[in-house]
Nanobody
């Protein structure tokens, strides 16, 4: 499984981001794709995940500012983030799990920098 993320860059505080991630390879019909992020000196955390059957998950800290969506025909997952703050600065990774397996396949990450 290969994942190619795009869309990172420099964003002003209060601005928005839209990330995309395309998956290829041996992908099960039922899978979970998600966005994660890792800020300098911090652990990787979940931003949002979406299962191919429509179920979506957002940690409480991410609700209201991030929206995950996916196009199963294109094997692509998107992340829309609004009203960003410098605390959202991180490398954003997309990940995929072939359900019900636990292994997560990772993309290369894309840096999002939010300037104040």
């Amino acid at each position: 499984v290969q994942l190619q993320a795009s869309g990172g860059g420099l964003v002003q505080a209060g601005g928005s981001l839209r990330l995309s991630c395309v998956a290829s390879g041996n992908i099960f019909s039922r899978n979970e794709m998600g966005w994660y992020r890792q800020a300098p000196g911090k652990q990787r955390e979940v931003v949002a995940t979406a299962v191919s059957d429509g179920f979506k998950y957002y940690p409480e800290s991410m609700k209201g500012r991030f929206i995950i969506s996916r196009d199963n025909t294109k094997k692509t997952v998107y992340l829309q983030g609004d009203n960003l703050t410098p605390e959202d600065t991180a490398v954003y990774f997309c990940g995929l799990r072939n359900l019900p397996q636990q292994r997560v396949y990772w993309g290369q990450g894309t840096l999002v920098t939010v300037s104040s």
